[in-house]
């Protein structure tokens, strides 16, 4: 057995309460005198000993209060059995009905946050699967078997293959996806703007997309008039940003600025290096939008990472980075095992605790008045 708050015992010491009371309360003794006493012999006086008067009402007035202190403490028991019975969990969008079939008996819970019962209302709101399995696997108890119903193809796929500490019985289920998966990378288009500008640069721009799109760079917009949804903005003067390119940048537009501006106090960070591990491109946040400068004029005596054949792509991956896929064969998704097997969970005495302590409650109070009684009588 332990305790979750040791320092609950510290309430024993009310225990010296019902001591203190029940040695207040002795019979006194009362001196009678009689006549001619002097001439009996007089006898050694005895030595008072402490007694305790309703020894048996003291005693449970002791076992109550230790109880009460008891349960401040919280005592839990270590080393219980487990409830290990199997549990099948199904994913929301399965029909949860067809697959438990006739089992009335096994415990079907809902893939879901909480996971309710299985005759529970179906959840609406998607969640991580991943997330959802590895939190079942902390809460059940270490040996418990664990089947899991999910469609095929699997949504909402994480970062890695979750790791659990048991092993799953993995059961695809084949559904008909419910819209298209686009894997490919966005193409960007760049938008130039700023006026005249080096025709080194324009050559540059042009040279990556067409290597992006096979398209050529498109036509400067006017300074008054932002970029449209989906482009990217290079802007090609080193004078500030108007007003609309500025508004566009801060709801979530990208810039791109091609000639190095002075030095400011921005906070930048590096995006992409070149082969000698140098930066080459850098990048902070503005409002919801990522303004992206060049460290040096775009030029390949400024900057040599231009010659470097796979610029392109790695440029592509900074300013378009492919779309994480969203759905992946069921069966290629199924949880790995080595994670930590879940502490325990102690039982908690408390309840059984509360029950002693109303039947002591009830027997103190029983003794205490049949004592009145008697007393009375």
Known sequence: MGLLFPLGLLALAAVLVPLVIHLARRHVYAPLEFAALRWLRAKV??????????WPLLLVRLLLLAALALLLARPVLHGSA?????????????????????????????????????????????????????????????????????????????????????????????????????????????????????????????????????????????????????????????????????AWLQQGGTVLLATPGSADHARWSTALRDADDAPLLEQRAVGEGRLLRFTAALSPSALPALREADLPRRLLSVLAPAAAPQRAVAATQAPLTGALAPRPVPRDLVPWLLVLIVVLFALERMMATARRREVGA
């Open 45 to 54: 006086r005895p030595r008072q000993r402490i007694r305790f008067d309703e």
């Open 82 to 246: 487990a409830d290990t019975h199997a549990v099948t969990a199904v994913a929301p969008g399965l029909d949860g009905a067809a697959l438990r079939g006739a089992d009335r008996s096994g415990d079907w819970r809902w893939l879901a946050p909480g996971f309710p019962p299985l005759h529970a209302a179906t959840p609406a709101t998607p969640q991580p699967l991943a997330s959802l399995l590895r939190e079942l696997d902390r809460q059940l108890p270490a040996g418990t078997p664990l089947t899991v119903y999910v469609p095929d193809p699997l949504p909402g796929l994480d970062a890695q293959r979750p790791r659990l500490s048991r092993s799953v019985r993995w059961q695809p289920v084949p559904v008909t996806p419910t819209g298209t998966q686009d894997t490919q990378p966005r193409l960007p288009q760049l938008q130039p703007g700023g006026g005249e500008a080096d025709a080194g640069s324009v050559q540059v721009l042009d040279a990556l997309q067409r290597a992006w799109s096979g398209q050529a760079l498109a036509a400067q917009r006017a300074p008054d008039s932002a970029p449209e949804a989906g482009q990217i903005g290079v802007w090609l003067s080193p004078a500030p940003l108007p007003d609309a390119w500025q």
